[in-house]
Nanobody, 129 residues
Framework: QVQLVESGGGLVQAGGSLRPSCAAS????????MGWFRQAPGKEREFVAT????????VFADSVKGRFTSSRDNAKNAVFLQMSSLKPEDTAVYYC??????????????????????WGQGTQVTVSS
């Protein structure tokens, strides 16, 4: 069973930066992809980013493309979301997720929440105007 713990959220002014991280433990060898999703008050959860096993391939939502990057440190079982040029509309709880490897996964990207198997508890990001 994989456990995910996010940290690194906080309060920042518009235009600022944050770098939430996600630490994985327990069965991490089985993880294919890591994802970031967010949920703002009164809104549905939405895809933010995904990064594959090696960390060499990432996909981002259009709303954050060019402002967010993601990296992965497999030696530490950690994934990071570098958020820059933050906007008030980025305010949300950010969730880390993990997908177990399945045959045929290689080369595919997953952007829907139901495609992930494990979830962290979330970290709050608040961007003030």
């Amino acid at each position: 069973q994989v456990q995910l713990v996010e940290s690194g959220g906080g309060l920042v002014q518009a235009g600022g930066s944050l770098r939430p991280s996600c630490a994985a433990s327990g069965g991490t060898f089985s993880i294919y992809a890591m994802g970031w999703f967010r949920q703002a008050p009164g809104k549905e959860r939405e895809f933010v980013a995904t990064i594959n096993r090696s960390g060499g391939s990432t996909v981002f939502a259009d709303s954050v493309k060019g402002r967010f990057t993601s990296s992965r440190d497999n030696a530490k079982n950690a994934v990071f979301l570098q958020m820059s040029s933050l906007k008030p509309e980025d305010t949300a709880v950010y969730y880390c997720s993990a997908r177990r490897y399945r045959p045929g996964d290689s080369g595919h990207y997953y952007t829907r929440g139901n495609e992930y198997d494990y979830w962290g508890q979330g970290t709050q990001v608040t961007v003030s105007s």
